[in-house]
């Protein structure tokens, strides 16, 4: 895991700046540095590593074979078996690292390295003899690919912090996105080629991108894409499961190559359980394991009894942590730093706190579960879509899924609501005070824009069944982006590497091609999942129904500290003359969250978090002397 860099201009380029440029990413890759400039100085790559595989300095980024040159955040985990067919075609690898590997891949293979590779990745190489920088992002996003790109330059970090180090590009942002994230935290801000900043873009999961270094002219073209596979629909249940059961251990596995030690994040849901039970199995009872649990004693947040179950079964060494509102508070400068836009709860502070705990106990990789939602329809509101993908329902199952999820049919009734015309939504809150909808508190301009700039479900969607393509949509598209981002984010300002076996295309291409009753059948989340675990999960574990998100008790921090923090953003005169916000409403929600409503917390949630963005990053980057790109 590392932060890479660069800058390809039409003249020369001021050293300074690539070496800023990994200094504001030293958090990334703390063990080593380093800079490669081509003759002519018009291009410059950088790098900053954390050591992972092949810890020694033949994995020196970066790295330059013959003609090439490499720059390169990320693990490619079967960089073992790609390494054995490049040597079965005469290929000489002269280091034990998977950076050599993926550069000697692309020798080979040009863009086409691309298909052979299972990982999380991005990178660029320049390639000498086709004056060309060919860069590609992994399939699912979950390494970062931010660019800058004008007809006199090409630019592109890790992090935004790192582009912004450089004069002459600009902090202006779309506010009207920045809403529509606050208003649905899966839209605004991962899911477009367009960032919130307008002078950056990024590459999509799943693309690569081609910049011919003479015209800085580029092209950018999706490699991978979710596709039913026809030799998968005809497979039995338990012939499904089966199967599913080995990919997954089989990418597992593969996760856990590791020259530094390794361990696991667990919260006590189905993922993460699963993952360390399957990890398990493969270390075998003679290896220590680590795993690390975020606690939230005394709340029903906290999922300390079944995250103990998964302990016991496993004999696993325990870390846990519990994150308090008064180190949030503490800390809620860096933390915004380094996540370097909105998140959408304290759920994010929490993931946060679990990372550094690794830290503090030297465990340098973790795996986790992020994907196994997004991948196997882990959410009760899947429900919905899971019946339209049916020819018939009994009333039994229907009356099973009531009971055992009672919010799962709950945007039937809400989708009533929501569809009388907003102004009259509007008019009922304003007169009523009552209410929830985060569009109640903008202004009449801000709101309308937000309801207009809602985004079409994506292309790729319509070739899969309803539950399919709203999988499809939220695993591509909305809500995984936006928490592999989270999980990049929080796991780096901490230099520590997080692995997620969910995010195997291997896995989604399998699942996909599968029949709705399959993932959601017989009233049951996970169905797939849950039938390949029997056996290895604790029975309690797998046959749970009470899902619940890793989320701090949110409500309660805004008793304890944060309404108050609240109050004094909503009462500032900066507020109300932003034009964006309706102070008025904002008054109301503070008055009935101190009257009892609590769940009116995450609502009170999105002004804290706008004006603590803008101050602790936006501020903090503009207060920030730029270095020139160009020398002279």
């Not at 800390?331 to 706190?353: H, K």
Request: aromatic share 12%; proline share 5%; charged share 20%.
């Amino acid at each position: 895991m590392c932060g890479i860099a660069g800058i390809i201009g039409r003249r020369p380029i001021n050293p300074l700046a690539i070496d800023e440029m990994n200094r504001v990413q030293a958090h990334r890759g703390p063990d080593d540095s380093g800079v490669w400039n081509s003759h002519n100085k018009n291009i410059t790559l950088g790098h900053r590593r954390l050591s992972i595989i092949d810890t020694s300095n033949a994995g020196h980024q970066p790295m330059v074979d013959g003609a090439q040159v490499i720059t390169y955040n990320g693990e490619i985990y079967n960089y073992l078996e790609i390494a054995h067919k490049l040597r079965e075609l005469g290929v000489e690898l002269k280091t034990a690292s998977d950076t050599e590997v993926l550069l000697k891949a692309y020798q080979q293979w040009g863009e086409h390295a691309l298909d052979e590779l299972n990982g999380m990745f991005a990178f660029a190489i320049y390639d000498k003899t086709n004056h060309i920088l060919f860069c590609a992002r992994d399939r699912f996003g979950e390494k970062p690919f931010l660019f800058h790109h004008t007809n006199e330059k090409f630019i592109f970090a890790s992090e935004y912090k790192a582009i912004f180090a450089l004069e002459g590009i600009s902090t202006n942002y779309d506010e009207a996105r920045l809403m529509q994230f606050l208003y649905h935290p899966t839209q605004g801000l991962d899911d477009d080629i367009q960032t919130c900043f307008n002078d950056i873009q990024q590459l999509p999961p799943g693309h690569s991108l081609t910049l011919n270094v003479n015209s800085l002219k580029l092209k950018i073209k999706r490699y991978w894409d979710i596709k039913p596979n026809d030799q998968f629909t005809n497979m039995s249940e338990p012939e499904a499961q089966a199967y599913f059961r080995e990919l997954l251990t089989n990418s597992i596995r593969i996760r856990m190559r590791s020259d530094v030690p390794l361990g696991s994040c667990l919260s006590g849901g189905l993922d993460s359980s699963g993952i360390v039970c399957i990890a398990r199995e493969i270390l075998g009872q003679n290896k220590t394991y680590d795993v690390f649990t975020g606690r939230f004693p005394n709340s029903k947040s906290d999922e300390w009894h079944w995250a103990k179950q998964v302990i016991n079964h496993t004999s696993v060494t325990s870390h846990t942590v519990s994150p308090r509102v008064e180190d949030f508070r503490s800390e809620l400068s860096e933390f915004i730093w380094y996540n370097e836009l909105p998140v959408a709860s304290t759920s994010q502070y929490a993931q946060w706190s679990v990372f550094r705990l690794a830290k503090d106990v030297g465990i340098t990789v973790l795996l986790d579960g992020q994907g196994g939602d997004e991948l196997l329809a882990g959410y009760e509101q899947y429900f919905e879509k899971y019946l339209q993908s049916l020819n018939y329902l009994t009333i039994d199952e229907q009356k099973r899924i009531e009971e055992r999820y009672p919010l799962a049919l709950l945007n039937r009734r809400q989708k009533i609501i929501n569809g009388l015309p907003q102004q009259i939504r509007h008019f009922l809150a304003g007169v009523t005070g009552k209410g929830s909808d985060f569009s109640f508190g903008l202004t009449p301009k801000h709101s309308s824009n937000l309801h207009r700039s809602l985004p079409e479900p994506p292309p790729g969607a319509k070739q899969f069944h309803p539950l399919g393509a709203t999988l499809y949509r939220e695993m591509l598209h909305t809500l995984l982006p936006v928490l592999l981002r989270y999980g990049d984010r929080n796991s780096m300002a901490h230099s520590r590497e997080v692995r997620l076996p969910f995010c195997d295309h291997r896995l989604a291409e399998f699942t996909f091609s599968l029949p709705a009753n399959y993932l959601m059948g017989e009233a049951q989340t996970k169905r797939l999942f849950r039938g390949a675990m029997k056996g290895i999960l604790p029975e309690g574990i797998r046959t749970r129904w009470n899902k619940q998100g890793f989320l701090p008790p949110q409500a309660t921090w805004f008793q304890q500290n944060l309404a108050e923090y609240a109050t004094e953003i909503i009462n500032h005169p900066d507020f109300e003359q932003s034009g964006v916000w309706r102070k008025k409403w904002w008054l109301t929600v503070l008055k009935r969250f101190n009257a009892g409503e609590l769940h009116l917390a995450s609502m009170l949630w999105r002004p804290v978090i706008e004006h603590s963005w803008k101050k602790y990053f936006v501020d903090r980057l503009n207060s920030t002397k730029r270095i020139n790109i160009f020398t002279g």
